[in-house]
């Protein structure tokens, strides 16, 4: 029987328990222990996954040798301790989304990786585990689309606050000391990754950015983080990108992704190939402003036979892990991109403070 990976689960809140039911569902990984500062969560967690080991200190669970990685899933504030911890003890590890709440952090975080020779990984790029995102990365490498140089994507609830709409136990998302921010931090995070990834993670210059809260909570439910985010990314090699997304909105069917090519285009939900055709001459209208010999039609082809493939949600990241853990390789969500998009966020809320574009070094 194929050997199990071992793994630990730090922290025990809501975004834990899909974790932990990932684990059930593939032979690759299992649990052998849960940590939590909050003591009667952990043992109510390890009690309804089956769980065999309950720890009192972050020590013991390093301290396992039947345990080869770690999930970090801690609130955003208390991810890189446990990480940098984790993987001084020799443990391979999975940080939950936001990886960091500054670069500096990421940076060490990334650097303590490279030191020990450990694989890090974060989940701020498990949409890469789509099977749209998945689907179109591949033709992107194949050459189908030619040179990508623009990717735009738009995610927008219309109400889906966490700690207020959804997610009411999790109010932690709504104070910055915590979370970092809001919606940069909880949707924008996944996709500055999808948007990079899409353009072939090149250097990013430079960022513009705006940020929005609404003011529409119940007392006494406080917030200091923003609803609504808008980012424009300058790259290299005159590469471009925009995000969009909201926790709070009054629009509807805005929610896609375009990847701009040379030779073609790629939309989402559902995917579709956009190319163009040439019109003969004798099939074109007369028009005083149309050059009857340049005139293109769009040809629409579905990637997928259906629309049951959708870009965003829960994905196997955690399966991923456990497999590549046991393979000997490095996750597809490397700590190295977690830490570009770090820095992206970092210099968004720089622009959006200062009114203006921020440069990366």
Request: aromatic share 6%; proline share 6%; glycine share 8%.
């Amino acid at each position: 029987m194929e050997k199990q990976t071992g793994i630990a689960i730090i922290g025990t809140g809501t975004i834990a328990q899909s974790h932990l039911q990932s684990l059930q569902a593939v032979p690759t990984g299992k649990a052998v222990i849960v940590y939590d500062v909050i003591a009667e969560r952990a043992e109510r967690t390890a009690q309804r996954f089956g769980v065999p080991n309950i720890a009192t200190s972050l020590d013991e669970v390093l301290s396992r040798d039947d345990v080869d990685g770690v999930i970090v899933a801690t609130p955003p504030f208390a991810h890189a301790a446990p990480t940098i911890a984790a993987l001084e003890a020799g443990k391979h590890v999975l940080c939950e989304k936001p990886f960091a709440l500054e670069p500096a952090e990421a940076e060490k975080m990334v650097a303590t990786a490279a030191r020990t020779g450990k694989f890090l990984a974060c989940c701020s790029a498990r949409n890469r585990l789509t099977m749209q995102e998945t689907r179109a990365h591949q033709m992107i490498e194949q050459g189908d689309l030619g040179d990508v140089y623009h990717v735009r994507s738009t995610y927008m609830r219309v109400r889906g606050r966490p700690g207020d709409h959804i997610m009411p136990g999790s109010d932690w998302f709504l104070d910055k000391a915590r979370a970092g921010g809001g919606a940069m931090m909880d949707i924008a995070v996944y996709t500055i990754d999808s948007v990079l990834w899409m353009l072939g993670n090149p250097k990013v210059l430079s960022v513009s950015a705006q940020v929005r809260q609404f003011s529409d909570l119940v007392p006494p439910t406080k917030q200091d983080v923003e609803d609504h985010v808008v980012i424009m990314m300058q790259c290299e090699g005159g590469k471009s990108g925009i995000v969009e997304c909201a926790w709070v909105s009054n629009i509807l069917g805005a929610d896609n992704m375009y990847i701009l090519g040379m030779k073609a285009g790629l939309a989402f939900e559902p995917l579709r190939q956009i190319s163009v055709e040439k019109i003969e001459p004798s099939e074109v209208v007369p028009s005083p402003w149309a050059d009857r010999d340049r005139q293109y039609r769009p040809i629409e082809k579905r990637i997928f036979p259906s629309e049951f493939a959708g870009m965003r949600g829960m994905t196997n990241v955690t399966s991923e892990f456990a497999r590549a853990i046991g393979e000997g390789r490095q996750p597809m969500t490397p700590g190295r991109d977690a830490l570009e998009v770090t820095k992206v966020i970092s210099a968004a809320y720089k622009s959006a403070k200062q009114g203006s574009s921020v440069t990366l070094a």
